[in-house]
């Protein structure tokens, strides 16, 4: 018995069994030959037994971070981890008090950020993108500076896919649907496809990210609009007897759980971006997001509650104008939501350090260091210490003082 445990670490280590994507020891049990038992997700074959073995192990990428007191990060592009910008980030973050950075992975096309090696299973999916020629060595000067990485995974928005598997999105007529920008959405509905986002989540922790941060876990905005009029399948929960918003929340719900189980191994935390409105209400209805329920299956949540993305709420005409009163306001909401779970996870929402000009005249401010500043301390001051900072362009304020 030693013997065969001996043999599956050194796999494990070696990572001849983590090179393909894992299932859960419920899936390996429908398995009963105690032999080579391969299963099909999508084009990917794996072998059930012993990824089910490798649960028992955590996965060493060589690489060593330890969790910072806080998290107070910032979001980078995958352009931007990739280019000469990337060393003026790096020295921002380590010449404050941030410590952490989110990094493309997989973006909002679709794009895997970096060429995977041959190797890799990734490879086969050919998405990759050389914005970053080598993520390892972005890692190593991460390591050094003793900088937290945030590997973020855009899951449902996905063009790419969609163009290539029609049959993974959505259909309207003889095409995938579009939204007004021109982007698609593949199913949360199907298992392929989470297989598909769970695998790459797998690859950027033995890269050695410590974090996976899922981003557009959830369907389409409006959807509920246009469900019953585009050709999609519901896979596994087309014998659902929950109601059409209902059915919608399982299948995001579960996503994240399955996600956050195929990631254990791996001894990474799991993050979840989700809307910041979802908190004040039971679900959103289209979308498939519940804040209470993808809560309890993550370790971080992460609230988009930029002040320019709301309209006239907490009884603020103009939230852009009112930083901290926005972010306080809708903190109250947050933790009396997470006070309700048995096990809430960590909070750390994305602040706002961008100028919504979009608004239009009267209705924004230009962000810099006192707006960044008063959405830090509304939120501290409701006892939330971490953050992350999203600016699009990586452009970020300076003089910003970014204790919590």
Sequence with gaps: MKGIMKWI??????????????VPPALAAEDESPN?????????????????????????????FEYPDAVRGIFVTAHSAG?????????????????????????????????PKSDSNLAKLDIGQPFIKDPRKVLEVLEEK???????????????????????????GDSVWKNGRGESFVNPFLKEVWDYNVQIAIEAAKLGFKEIQFDYVRFPEGFENKADTLEYSMGEYEESKLDPVQRRVEAVTNFVAYAREQLKPYDVEVSVDIFGYS????????????FSKISENV???SSMIYPSHWTSYFGIAKPDL???????????????????????PTSR????????????????????????????????????????????????????????
Excluded: C
């Excluded at 099909?40 to 060593?64: C, E, F, H, R």
């Excluded at 908190?279 to 519940?290: K, R, S, W, Y």
């Excluded at 009112?322 to 809430?344: F, I, Q, R, T």
């Design 36 to 64: 080579f038992t391969p299963r099909t997700y999508g084009a990917i074959s794996v072998d059930t037994n012993l990824l089910a073995a490798s649960q028992l192990y955590k996965y060493d990428s060589g690489l060593s």
């Design 322 to 344: 009112e930083p901290y009163k926005l972010v306080s306001e809708y903190a109250k909401v947050e933790n009396k939501k997470l006070g309700e779970l048995k096990n809430p």
């Design 279 to 290: 908190a004040t209400l039971p679900e959103a209805p289209g979308i498939g997001q519940n």
């Design 9 to 22: 670490k050194w796999l494990v280590a070696s990572s001849v069994a983590l090179s393909v994507l894992s």
């Design 299 to 301: 370790d971080v949540i």
């Design 83 to 115: 280019g000469e910008r990337f060393n003026t980030l790096v020295d921002l973050v380590d010449s404050t008090d941030l410590n952490a950075m989110v990094i493309d992975v997989k973006e909002d096309l679709g794009h895997l950020t970096y060429i």
């Design 349 to 404: 929402p994305w602040l706002q350090d961008f100028t919504a000009s979009y608004l239009g005249s009267g209705n924004y401010m230009k962000y810099g260091k006192a707006e960044v500043e008063a959405q830090i301390k509304a939120l501290n001051d409701n006892g939330i210490e971490e953050y992350l900072l999203w600016n699009a362009g990586n452009t970020y304020s300076k003089g910003v003082d970014y204790t919590p």
């Design 146 to 172: 003793e900088i937290y990485p945030i590997a973020r995974v855009v899951v449902f928005k996905d063009s790419v896919l969609a163009k290539k598997r029609p049959d993974l999105s959505f259909v309207a």
